[in-house]
């Protein structure tokens, strides 16, 4: 019961802390939980990590690791012993260099250094490969291995700089400048091996990743180990896991060429060997065919005799074809020949008899015009007009023949042998049987 009323005392006493140290005597238990010491200088205290947040831990803790925990202070009642429950952890002063990690990812974002679009494409053979790393790294030793492995015939530079250290990054830079000045290169890979936050430090250079976002050279960053990620490596052209995957992905694979160039040839030879086999069938038909000089000329002289004879024929009975059409026309020529003294003959008596024609044709037709004149002139309504009668029409230009046709107050309009009358239908008077007529002002003619 004590030991709990102390542990509940804790709890309820003191918040969860940050606390800084070194690990020691780090035990993983089977369940997955993990029990250490933290101690510095001064002390040390008994600390635990349950599963389910061990989990969650980004790197491989080992004795030794400078961490800062965020525990909760307690007391594991049945041994009576003191200790930290441990919430989250990460590497001594990772927390400030992640901060500006992040600031620093974000910023150079927002600048469009990460855009997928401004990234180069790498050469697929490179006719140079460079190397941005130290000369003692072990990287250079893997990505050297890898290349002789795949590309032995690729030239390889190396461009030496440190890949650690306050002084790493301006170093870096200048090698990449230098590469690019140079251009004896196709491509460019930055590489370290893995390490700390601390140890990659010098990769997460605001400088450098504008030398790496200006390199006309196209660059593949490989640096830590695959979980590790970099400022260089959002930059990059292309992020490789591993050194050895950078040397990879900028290499190609020699064994995969020779097999590919093997296949090529195969079917090169079958392809030579298609068009052969037809022209060499070809080649023995016209072997056969081939004839000495001298036949093939007295075949020709042959030939040139029947179509001599040939022509001779055909020129004989061409001429005789001619002869007889000639014959054929000079006889209808004297039978369709005029006969020009009958004809004159003929033309006379018929220009004595056409004045005489003329001059009954125009007395005929004047005679029928007169007729037909007089006829019309017994027809002009005019010359009724004129013996006393008029013409009556409506406003629509209708004749008026019958009473009924109007209605009082039509206008009416009558025509007179010399001039026109307006007129209006007025009612009729019970005794009279005509419609009376009232008349305005006369339109004299």
């Not at 290169?185 to 936050?197: D, F, P, T």
């Amino acid at each position: 019961m004590l030991n709990q009323r102390v542990a509940d005392l804790l709890a309820g006493q003191l918040p969860p802390m940050w606390v800084s140290g070194e690990v020691s005597n780090l035990t993983r238990a089977a369940s997955g939980h993990w029990y250490f010491v933290l101690k510095d200088e001064h002390a040390q205290v008994r600390c635990v990590m349950f599963r389910h947040k061990a989990q969650y831990v980004a790197w491989p803790v080992s004795n030794g690791d400078k961490v800062e925990l965020y525990a909760s202070a307690g007391l594991y009642a049945a041994r009576g012993e003191f200790q930290l429950s441990v919430d989250s952890m990460r590497q001594a002063g990772r927390g400030a260099l992640f901060a500006a990690y992040e600031a620093l990812k974000q910023r150079l974002q927002a600048a469009g250094l990460f855009d997928p679009d401004s990234k180069r494409t790498l050469p697929a053979h490179p006719a140079a490969i460079g190397v941005i790393t130290s000369p003692q790294a072990a990287a250079l030793r893997d990505v050297l291995t890898a290349l002789r492995r795949r590309a032995p015939h690729i030239p390889v530079i190396l461009y030496p700089a440190p890949v650690q250290g306050d002084g790493a990054a301006p170093l870096l830079r200048r090698a990449i400048e230098q590469a690019n000045d140079r251009a004896e290169v196709s491509v460019l890979i930055l590489c370290r091996g893995g390490g700390s936050i601390e140890d990659l430090w010098a990769f997460n250079d605001e400088a450098l990743a504008h030398a790496i976002a200006a390199s006309r050279i196209p660059l593949v960053s490989g640096v830590g180990h695959e979980t590790d990620f970099t400022i260089a490596d959002f930059v990059a052209d292309v992020r490789a896991a591993t050194p050895t995957a950078a040397a990879e992905l900028v290499s190609p694979d020699g064994l995969a060429m020779r097999q590919h160039l093997g296949q090529l040839q195969r079917r090169l030879q079958r392809a030579v060997a298609r068009q052969l086999e037809p022209r060499m069938q070809q080649l023995d038909y016209l072997a056969r065919r081939l004839l000495h000089p001298g036949q093939r000329i007295a075949q020709q002289q042959a030939v040139l005799q029947q179509w001599q004879q040939r022509w001779q024929r055909a020129g004989s009975q061409l001429l005789q074809q001619r002869q007889h059409r000639l014959q054929q026309l000079r006889w209808r020529w004297q039978a369709c020949r005029p006969d020009l003294p009958r004809l004159t003959h003929r033309l006379s008596q018929l220009q004595s008899r056409l004045g005489p024609s003329l001059q009954r044709q125009l007395q005929s037709h004047a005679h029928r015009l007169s007729t037909l004149a007089a006829r019309l002139q017994a027809l002009d309504p005019t010359a009724v007009l004129a013996r006393g009668y008029s013409l009556v029409t409506t406003a629509n230009g209708q004749v008026v023949r019958h009473p009924e046709q109007v209605r009082a107050g039509d206008a009416l309009h009558i025509q007179l042998a010399e001039g026109q009358l307006q007129a209006r239908v007025s009612p009729p008077a019970p005794q009279q049987q005509a419609l009376p007529l009232e008349l305005p002002k006369t339109d004299g003619a």
